[in-house]
């Protein structure tokens, strides 16, 4: 069936079947190969993209459900420079072999935006918030991201870093 | 996965009209669905999207919250009337599943997730639940992570619900429209079938029901702990979880119900326990005597021995938070 997608900001009319998912749309159909494919169950986060400013996983998404939302992967977090977050991960040596990055950093983009909106986590010892970045927030708000090479100090320190950035 | 239609729903009462063809299922987060799609443990002819149906919004009635069943897990667990006055149903929320998933996740879809029973996912070992008839593998296979209580010689598998344990402690109803345009409520106690031979059949809907929305009445108890054990940190399934809604008077409990995850085909409660706190002095001997009550009738099956001595003690620390 023929839907129009809304990748960073442009619009792409596409001829998909509806088994399609979204990650296999990103990465067959508009050679957006940033978010990557790792379980394909929505256990590893490497596929993680933004719908809508909200990181979902796109592997467990169908493309065609998401007509007229505001995609945004990996290479739509660079508008010609590197984001905050991108610079870290590079200054903090957040990866090692890489596979997991695009999905990590789109992760910890909307985390952020999660923390600034007050959302409070499993973790957190009161409801009412704002919480504080510690190492157990970070760790329960980015579990939904795995790294086989276990990079987590340096993918840590990143987000930590990105986030002083920004204040 | 194998081929579907894919429709998009304009409203509920043609969802509902769709949803009541063979084959048909709904589609809203997606996210055990299309999971079990892929691996082929479902394959529905048709998905109805019901993402578009402005089931989305949370309005206060009548004391209490009215919550579409495509509010997203993310959204209700942040909702600060939710956070304030029911937080045993953000912290319930919030226990489960990663941040992307509770984007996606929705109540309604939460409510009918299926089992995690690794038997029904693997479509190369006999399962009731899947295939009915077809037998249990679960029984006398692998059963870290399967249910002692209210299950029968046809079935084991678990409810996987944290969020569904919260809302049965709150008394929640559940709302949903029918193919004929009716609108019916089930309490979280009467919506759940038990396996019983019939694994496969596991609520009240018939084909074409679509919910609409959980209906959380006022609390009745402004002490409420959701505590949830699990083999990792975060983004586990529950071995046993105990959300509990109290309300003390004058050194007793006025009001008392416990709703328990890990344990059970569907999110469990206990009148007897409840009934056994009601009006009781909080003791240790009391919390001790609600699990026994609890657990008599609990069977295991070996690998989930464990469950006994853990609710027994889960349950007695829950109460004690709860109640001091």
Known sequence: ?167 | MKHFDYLRAEDTTAACEAGFGRGAAFIAGGTNLLDLMKLEVMAPDTLIDVTRLGLDKIEEEDGGLRIGATVTNSDLAADMRVRRDWPVLSRALLAGASGQLRNKATTGGNLLQRTRCPYFYDTDTPCNKRTPGEGCAALGGETRNHAILGTSEHCIALHPSDMAVALRALDAQIEVQSPEGKRRAYYMDNFYCLPGDTPHIETMLEPGDLITSVFLPAPKGDRQVYRKVRDRASYAFALVSVAAVIRMEEGKIAHAAIGFGGLAPQPWRDIEVDATLTGAKPSAALFDKAADILLQGAETHGGDDFKIPLARRLLPAVLEEATS
């Open chain 1, 1 to 167: 069936m023929q839907i129009t997608l809304t990748v960073n900001e442009t619009d792409h009319t596409l001829d998909l079947d509806p088994r399609v998912t979204l990650l296999d749309a990103l990465r067959n159909h508009l050679d957006l190969a940033g978010s990557r494919k790792g379980c394909d169950h929505g256990q590893c986060g490497a596929c993680t993209v933004l719908v809508n400013g909200r990181r979902i996983n796109s592997c467990l998404a169908l493309a065609v459900m998401h007509e007229g939302d505001a995609i945004t992967t990996v290479e739509g977090l660079s508008n010609g420079t590197l984001s905050p977050l991108q610079e870290a991960f590079i200054d903090h040596d957040g990866f090692q072999c890489g596979y997991c990055t695009p999905g990590q950093i789109c992760s910890a983009t909307a985390m952020l935006d999660e923390l600034d909106a007050g959302w409070p986590s499993h973790v957190s010892a009161s409801l009412d918030g704002p919480c504080e970045l510690t190492e157990a927030e970070l760790a329960e708000r980015m579990s939904g991201n795995l790294c086989r090479c276990s990079c987590y100090p340096g993918i840590n320190a990143a987000i930590r870093d990105a986030r002083d950035r920004q204040a």
